[in-house]
């Protein structure tokens, strides 16, 4: 069984950063891709930025692109989501997912909330 723990939210004003943490119980070599996704009150649950195991590969939402980085360390098998000059329309619920092809697996979930 696949155990993801998210890590790192909180409350922060606007224009602050924050690091999520997604630690995995077991190599992160072992998911084709990792990813974070977000759910704010009365919204879907969308897609923040994901990032290929091997970490050649990063995607990032087009919201989030130039405030928001993903990165893996390996040796830790902890994904990070580095939030920087953050809005208040990012306050949300943040999940980290890991993959496998023929499993999805999710993290509970960290709440962060930016202020005005």
């Known amino acids: 069984q696949v155990q993801l723990v998210e890590s790192g939210g909180g409350l922060v004003q606007a224009g602050g950063s924050l690091r999520l943490s997604c630690a995995a119980s077991?190599?992160?070599?072992?998911?084709?891709?990792m990813g974070w996704y977000r759910q704010a009150p009365g919204k879907q649950r969308e897609l923040v930025a994901t990032?290929?195991?091997?970490?050649?590969?990063?995607n990032v939402a087009d919201s989030v692109r130039g405030r928001f980085t993903i990165s893996r360390d390996t040796a830790k098998n902890t994904m990070y989501l580095q939030m920087n000059s953050l809005k208040p329309e990012d306050t949300a619920v943040y999940y980290c997912?890991?993959?496998?092809?023929?499993?999805?697996?999710w993290g509970q979930g960290t709440q962060v909330t930016v202020s005005s």
């Open positions: 077991r190599s992160i070599f072992s998911f084709k891709v």
């Open positions: 997912k890991a993959s496998n092809g023929l499993a999805n697996y």
């Open positions: 990032i290929t195991s091997d970490g050649g590969s990063t």
